[in-house]
């Protein structure tokens, strides 16, 4: 993968499904309701000072978010952190840089 330039899109993993697990709690204080479904569909990944995960994820039966994490260096310790998100979408819509 080259450094900045998006990977292309691809099913999720169960590393995938990890990541949005953790910043779940993060997405449901922004939007100010709970997800009784939360699975990760597909991904890619961004490698800049760290990494960026983009992440499409079922929230309902035809109901989707994209969720941005941001995963810092190992070296910074820091925890996964939920940085953007887009609502309102659904599964044929394009997981692109946002």
Known sequence: MMCGAPSATQPATAETQAIAD???SQLEEK???????????????QVVAGTNHFIKVQVGDDDFVHIRVFESLP???????????????ARHDELSYF
């Open 22 to 24: 953790q910043v779940k």
């Open 31 to 45: 939007e100010n309701k709970k997800f009784p479904i939360f699975k990760a569909v597909e991904f890619r990944s």
């Open 75 to 89: 070296h910074e310790n820091k925890p996964l952190a939920l940085s953007s998100y887009q609502t309102n979408k």
